[in-house]
């Protein structure tokens, strides 16, 4: 990062908005609901996620969605 400033001549400002509290929870809850959209898809329960091969199509088409 410091070699891009240098050669930017400029620092990075930090941004507040992109850690807050409510930011946070956004990402969090439109993750969730996509985790239950693709199970529901899928045929899958969390049991069986949980136990599937991590190269089982179905876990790998929610892992890329999420």
Excluded: F
């Excluded at 807050?20 to 693709?38: C, F, I, N, V």
């Amino acid at each position: 990062m410091k070699l891009v400033e240098v050669a930017n001549g400029r620092k990075r400002k930090a941004r507040g908005y992109d850690i807050s509290p409510e930011m946070k929870a956004h990402g969090d809850q439109k993750a969730r609901a996509l985790r239950e959209e693709g199970l529901r898809l899928s045929n899958l329960g969390k049991e069986e996620l949980v136990w599937q091969c991590c190269t089982e199509s179905r876990k790998v088409l929610l892992a890329g969605l999420l």
